[in-house]
């Protein structure tokens, strides 16, 4: 405005016609703002209520199994099994040197015709006998995995001959569906009536336990020497900047670091190093891990160092206080709930990720749970990646139901977090 300008002396007419027009579009830009915030919420419910409704419709009848009735009589059988043996690790070999596998196929097949059964279902007469060897001595009813063809017979969208091979055996009474317990507590396997996620989960809690180990030390540490030790100099704000670009660098980049670190070899000072561990292990995807996370620990927890009043400080060192005691007996204390927040959060961002942990092996064909953190393992989002790639209809509906698991450890983790927050935060 042109201070020359002489100023209006005139007071507003809000009743002027140019004033409403002002007001009336004033109102229209505030109405069109709540619209869209409005509709930005219910679109985000909506596409959330897709993912939850359209998992748990895949996913219910991936925690659900069908099983066949079948009569083992094996006074008649007459199988060559030293049972002896039975109780002792040779167990399973004795069992599989009497045929019991080609036995079990055979009674099958006698009393339901060919495909009714599993391919792994003697296993399950295997167990029983392992658990009971006096069932070699009568004949015995055992319900086993019914086979894809006869699940899929249960489906709306079946074949005309699954369907018919379903409701043979559900005239003969021979057919019973009901919760799949061995789902949680089985491993991978290439039978899709036979799979578990309990292999890949224990190998995420192993992986997730040597993420928290190293990340949550350091990345506090750090956080503590940066905001109460370090000089304000340019090479503090050069590893200030680091620590800030280091938390957007995707994910894969860190698979290509422990790749490179833990699993390869090279050169220096003329002494050979590497490889440091062995592949596939959830020590090297801990360690991978603990790498990306730890960015996001280290900015976490200095915003929750920072958030602590001066005041608090200065009482301290005013009664004596040395700096250590300052920081490790009032604002660590005070600033583990934002620190903790922050941990959790990115351990739940750790547990998802997947592409870091295809670089450094962890996407193998597991059939046992790992005992130690150097056996071979695998983890939930690369379970869920391998499940995806099958055709088998049976694979979806279980890649399904490992999604909600996998959600249903997130929401935990979230709401832990949630819980540490409320509980330990202080108000000033």
């Excluded at 004033?26 to 909506?46: C, H, M, T």
């Excluded at 391919?119 to 399950?124: E, I, P, Q």
């Excluded at 020590?283 to 976490?300: D, E, K, R, S």
């Amino acid at each position: 405005m042109n201070s020359a300008q002489p100023i209006d002396p005139t007071p507003t007419d809000w009743k002027g016609a140019a004033m409403q027009k002002r007001i009336r579009k004033r109102y229209a830009a505030e109405r069109r703002f709540k619209a869209f915030g409005l509709a930005a919420v219910v679109l985000s419910a909506a596409f959330l209520a897709f993912l939850l409704v359209t998992m748990a419709a895949n996913g219910a009848r991936g925690f659900m199994r069908s099983e066949v009735a079948l009569t083992m009589d094996f006074p008649a059988l007459a199988l060559p099994i030293d049972r002896t043996q039975l109780n002792t690790p040779g167990a399973d070999l004795a069992l599989s040197g009497a045929e019991l596998e080609n036995a079990v196929s055979g009674a099958a097949e006698a009393q339901h015709g060919e495909g009714a059964i599993s391919d792994s279902a003697w296993l399950k007469v295997r167990d029983a006998i392992k658990a009971d060897p006096s069932v070699l001595s009568r004949k015995e009813v055992f319900w086993v995995p019914a086979s894809t063809g006869v699940e899929n017979g249960l489906r709306s969208h079946a074949k005309p001959e699954e369907k018919a091979a379903a409701d043979k055996l559900e005239a003969a009474n021979a057919l019973r569906t009901g919760f799949n317990a061995d789902f949680l507590t089985s491993s991978n396997s290439i039978d899709p009536t036979a799979v578990g996620i309990w292999g890949a989960l224990k190998g995420s809690l192993m992986t997730m336990l040597i993420t928290f180990l190293i990340a949550f030390p350091i990345g506090v540490l750090s956080a503590v020497y940066l905001e109460e030790y370090a000089p304000k100099n340019r090479w503090t704000d050069l590893i200030e900047v680091s620590i800030n670009n280091l938390a957007a660098v995707p994910s894969i980049i860190f698979g290509l670091l422990g790749l490179a670190v833990f699993l390869g070899s090279w050169s220096l000072f003329g002494y050979q190093f590497g490889p440091l561990f062995p592949r596939s292990a959830a020590l090297v995807g801990g360690l991978t891990l603990a790498l990306m996370i730890m960015p996001v620990i280290v900015i976490a927890s200095r915003n929750a160092i920072k958030a602590v009043p001066p005041s608090i400080r200065d009482a301290a060192l005013g009664i004596g206080a040395s700096r250590v005691q300052v920081v490790f007996h009032h604002v660590l204390p005070l600033a583990m709930p934002g620190i903790l927040t922050g941990t959790i959060i990115g351990m739940a961002r750790a547990l998802g990720e997947t592409a870091p942990l295809l670089l450094i092996g962890m996407r193998a064909f597991i059939v046992q749970p790992p005992e130690g953190f150097t056996d071979p393992a695998t983890v939930l989002p690369v379970q869920i990646f391998l499940w995806s790639d099958e055709v088998s209809r049976a694979f979806v509906e279980k890649t399904s139901a490992a999604i909600i698991v996998l959600l249903v450890f997130l929401l935990a983790m979230n709401g832990l977090a949630i819980y540490l927050r409320n509980k330990f935060e202080t108000r000033w």
